[in-house]
């Protein structure tokens, strides 16, 4: 733990007038190689062990933060938010994913192992401790995202290979009461609650699809209730070819977005491919568009926790940062930057703005209430960064096998002071989440705008360079209605040579082409030879 910066941001808090600290206590959960650790956060980012299950390979979060499952190497382990209070111990082996359903009555872990030839989908029933059914995976991707449980647990939707779509009962397991078995899924979800159409009152599920890998892609929205036959498509959607896709709803039901990505970029610009974005207006309205990206390239969307807005990073780097609201007309911008990773705050108040991965590690905190950057800092070979459910400070994560050696979780104020550090650096780090422990209004937080020093930068080789300037967020109409910058005119002495040089061109005579030779005849120099 550094204490200068601890100084520093305990004198800050001070002076937004936090009269208390504990607010600040935090806990997270870190998988690493030798285990699964849950570790305290404290309010002078002291950092200590709270319980480490040694083996696990595993670990999930419900919804609601209430139920912890970590999963070792013989059996799964359900804790309440008291991680000392077991509440079931399930038996599976050779674990490596779990899942809980929206209303903590299931638990799904899936158990591969290549030797046993093993690669199934377990149910339980956390009520009873029961185990209610059993599916065959074939797919490489994590069972979230082709299995998903209804808002209410009312049904399961579950895609277990790319041309095979079952739906379930959670009252009958034993048969799916609808299937289907045509085309290439590419994504499967649950129109949210929030949405019903206006005209069959009944539930519904998007799937991305094509019917044959030469022709286009479509989207479809599929009713459930009340009746429920394949045939009967409310809405459906013609998208481009694609190789895959993702459907991004809007929280409350209002709206969805299609993003798709493709092989074959057909501008020929992009060596990766190209990606697209359609917007489908499901309430409030009938808008249905395609969203206008920088470059075809796509680097992170986000909806705005309320749904009033969503973000788009999109072009080449330094990449295009613009905000839509709810209707998809776009109404702010944020300077071009290198960024790819996009993170609300719970409430949203508050956006990072950060590039990881391969780029530097530039990470900005803008307040969405005030249109202002409250801060930035540098995160260098972070891969993924997370709000406290306080909003109070950022966790940072430098993660295997992205980053294969120095692994460690940093911890960083909403202005860009580093906090405190915890080092895996003995070990591997893959994941780490928060444990929602509380929240705070983040509409009453006191922030100020970000001020960077005037004055310049003297640098480490000598020299002096300009302050760094302040990222602005404005509206995205006046950004499109500046003038094209005037063409520069050429220097006088260089234009005379120029009109010099055209007249040379011009006096010079133009070749006459030699008349074609004859059949037979041969010309005074072959006559002379």
């Known amino acids: 733990i550094n204490a200068e910066y601890m100084g520093l941001y305990m004198e800050k808090i001070?002076?937004?007038?936090?009269?208390?600290?504990?607010?600040?206590?935090?806990?997270?959960?870190?998988?690493?190689?030798?285990?699964?650790?849950?570790?305290?956060?404290?309010?002078?980012?002291?950092?200590?062990?709270?319980?480490?299950?040694?083996?696990?390979?595993?670990?999930?979060?419900?919804?609601?933060?209430?139920?912890?499952?970590?999963?070792?190497?013989?059996?799964?382990?359900?804790?309440?938010?008291?991680?000392?209070?077991?509440?079931?111990?399930?038996?599976?082996?050779?674990?490596?994913?779990?899942?809980?359903?929206?209303?903590?009555?299931?638990?799904?872990?899936?158990?591969?192992?290549?030797?046993?030839?093993?690669?199934?989908?377990?149910?339980?029933?956390?009520?009873?401790?029961?185990?209610?059914?059993?599916?065959?995976?074939?797919?490489?991707?994590?069972?979230?995202?082709?299995?998903?449980?209804?808002?209410?647990?009312?049904?399961?939707?579950?895609?277990?290979?790319?041309?095979?779509?079952?739906?379930?009962?959670?009252?009958?397991?034993s048969k799916p009461f609808l299937a289907s078995t045509a085309g290439n899924i590419f994504s499967v979800e649950f129109v949210p609650e929030a949405y019903t159409h206006p005209k069959h009152k009944c539930r519904a599920i998007s799937i991305i699809q094509t019917i044959d890998k030469t022709e286009d892609a479509q989207a479809l929205f599929l009713p459930i209730l009340p009746t429920p036959e394949p045939d009967f498509i409310i809405k459906k959607f013609p998208l481009t070819k694609i190789d895959s896709a993702r459907t991004l709803f809007a929280p409350n039901g209002c709206a969805l977005l299609f993003v798709v990505e493709s092989s074959e970029d057909p501008t020929g610009k992009s060596y990766y491919g190209a990606h697209s974005m359609n917007y489908i207006q499901l309430s409030g309205g009938k808008k249905r568009c395609k969203v206008t990206i920088e470059g075809n390239q796509i680097h992170d969307v986000q909806w705005y926790p309320d749904s009033s807005h969503f973000i788009v990073l999109s072009g080449s780097q330094p990449a295009k940062i613009i905000i839509f609201n709810h209707e998809c007309i776009p109404t702010l911008e944020i300077d071009s930057s290198y960024k790819n990773y996009i993170q609300y705050s719970p409430q949203g108040r508050f956006l990072l703005l950060a590039g990881y991965g391969n780029l530097a590690g530039d990470t900005e905190f803008w307040d969405l209430q005030n249109h202002c950057l409250i801060g930035n800092c540098k995160a260098h070979c972070t891969v993924a960064a997370e709000w406290a459910p306080n909003a109070q400070f950022i966790m940072g994560a430098v993660l295997n096998p992205r980053i294969r050696i120095d692994n460690e979780v940093t911890f960083y104020s909403s202005k860009g002071a580093k906090l405190g550090c915890d080092s895996y650096k003995a070990t591997e780090l893959y994941e780490v989440k928060w444990i929602k422990t509380g929240e705070t209004d983040e509409k009453s937080m006191a922030v100020s705008p970000w001020q960077p020093s005037t004055a310049p930068v003297k640098m480490s080789y000598g020299g002096f360079v300009a302050p760094p300037k302040i990222p602005q967020m404005r509206p995205a109409s006046l950004l499109e209605s500046k003038p094209a910058p005037a063409r520069p005119q050429p220097h006088p002495q260089k234009k005379e040579a120029h009109d010099h040089e055209e007249k040379k061109k011009k006096k010079k005579k133009k070749k006459v082409p030699k008349p074609a030779k004859e059949k037979g005849k041969i010309d005074d120099a072959q006559q002379q030879t």
């Open 14 to 173: 001070k002076e937004e007038g936090k009269s208390s600290l504990e607010t600040l206590k935090q806990r997270y959960v870190a998988r690493a190689k030798e285990g699964i650790y849950i570790k305290e956060v404290a309010p002078e980012c002291a950092i200590s062990v709270s319980k480490f299950f040694e083996g696990a390979s595993c670990f999930c979060l419900s919804k609601d933060f209430s139920l912890i499952a970590v999963g070792t190497s013989s059996n799964i382990e359900v804790f309440g938010s008291n991680v000392y209070d077991l509440k079931c111990k399930l038996s599976l082996v050779h674990l490596q994913e779990l899942m809980i359903s929206p209303l903590n009555t299931y638990l799904v872990a899936y158990a591969r192992s290549s030797q046993l030839k093993i690669s199934q989908v377990t149910i339980f029933n956390l009520k009873t401790g029961t185990k209610v059914k059993e599916f065959p995976w074939r797919r490489s991707a994590p069972i979230a995202e082709y299995l998903r449980f209804s808002e209410k647990e009312e049904f399961l939707l579950y895609s277990f290979s790319k041309s095979e779509l079952h739906l379930f009962s959670c009252l009958d397991f």
